[in-house]
């Protein structure tokens, strides 16, 4: 099924311009790191990921850097944490990649993010989360997205979604928990003292999935995420289960530069974070933010929802005796994460969910604005 799953987005991907459900993936944790991704690839294309995975590499890593990192990535197996040590290198193994390869990949997709994190709330207390992530190798991501339920005892302890060879998430759910995303913080160039930096920190999405696995509540995930030190800026944007539990995390290294909570009884119903400190204002070459914030503002609390936070049906084409109903409701203005250009040509996916609601964890695959 998911071999199948897999084949025929790959040929969806080269005849249409239209907008997919990623393949889904179910990853066993009771099973070792090492195997525990056997399931993917057995069914994934191991010579386009191979070359997927060249081509990133190449794109993103300086030859210097490359020869330079190369052989201390492959000791650097021995330095990294369980499980994501084992992980990677039977994701390596497994698809024909050298270790060095399989861990400056999984580095490189630490560094070179760009995305727009939602956390709303409506007029009745429900909390929705949404986010773009973007990409500057975007077509290649967009054939290596996946969504990976990870299971425990057969039960799906967090889902997430992430590319085919990477073990991180950026994105993620605790069922009846708490949602987690998070975007870049502009840092410099990501090679500098990354070797000194894992040793004394925690990789951004390898943290996103920890919280995910062990915090029991939005309290507790809000805590490790704010205070476990880590190997890069970051922005963290966490969603729980009940009202106001909605939070925007300005990371340093060290620990939390600001804490930016929901304050609905003000008002402030709502907050949107792309990849620069909410307090300054974004570059006009740049600017996902305020296209976001009035889609929002059109929208309206008493309308926010996984759909409008989405793509409203105002997306859609609409039959000729409905223009008017849809003009006379302001319909293009419902967009939100489908606004150019919060959307753009380098957005790779689209998630929205809702913790308390686990079931409508939806990702879709986009493609040219």
């Not at 990477?166 to 605790?174: I, M, R």
């Not at 309290?219 to 539990?245: C, H, Q």
């Not at 600001?258 to 949107?272: F, H, K, M, S």
């Not at 003009?327 to 753009?344: A, E, G, I, Y």
Request: net charge neutral; charged share 20%.
């Amino acid at each position: 099924m998911f071999r199948l799953a897999l084949l025929t987005v790959f040929t969806f991907i080269s005849q249409s311009n239209a907008d997919f459900f990623p393949p889904q993936v179910n990853i066993s944790l009771d099973v070792k790191p090492e195997q525990r991704w056997d399931p993917l690839i057995e069914s994934f294309d191991k010579e386009f990921l191979r070359k997927s995975a060249a081509d990133i590499i190449n794109s993103a890593v300086p030859k210097w850097v490359y020869y330079v990192i190369q052989p201390i990535a492959a000791s650097l197996e021995w330095f990294l944490p369980e499980p994501y040590a084992g992980e990677i290198y039977g994701l390596s193994k497994g698809f024909g990649l050298s270790v060095a390869d399989g861990v400056i990949l999984n580095l490189v997709y630490e560094f070179t993010s760009f995305c727009t994190s939602i956390i709303a709330q409506d007029s009745k207390g429900n909390i929705y989360h949404g986010r773009n992530l973007d990409y500057n190798f975007e077509n290649i991501l967009r054939n290596l997205t996946i969504d990976v339920h990870f299971t425990r005892s057969r039960k799906v302890a967090y889902t997430g979604t992430t590319f085919v060879g990477y073990v991180g998430l950026w994105t993620g759910q605790k069922p009846f928990k708490f949602t987690i995303s998070a975007d870049e913080r502009d840092h410099g160039y990501w090679w500098e003292n990354i070797i000194a930096a894992l040793k004394n920190g925690s990789p951004v999405s390898w943290l996103i999935r920890k919280t995910l696995d062990e915090a029991e509540d939005f309290e507790s995930a809000m805590l490790t995420l704010s205070k476990t030190p880590l190997i890069a800026n970051v922005y963290y944007i966490v969603g729980g289960t009940k009202a106001k539990e909605g939070v925007v995390i300005t990371r340093n290294r060290e620990g939390p530069a600001d804490i930016w909570p929901l304050d609905p009884l003000n008002g402030e119903w709502y907050r949107v974070e792309t990849n620069y400190d909410h307090w300054t204002t974004p570059p006009p070459y740049d600017d996902r933010r305020t296209p976001a914030i009035k889609a929002l503002n059109a929208t309206g609390q008493e309308n926010i929802n996984l759909d409008t936070l989405f793509k409203s049906p105002c997306n859609a084409v609409w039959p000729k005796h409905m223009w008017l109903w849809a003009l006379l409701h302001h319909c293009w203005k419902k967009k939100v994460l489908s606004v150019h250009p919060t959307q753009n040509n380098s957005t790779v996916y689209t998630t929205v969910m809702s913790a308390a609601a686990p079931e409508k964890y939806r990702t879709e695959v986009r493609t040219i604005t």
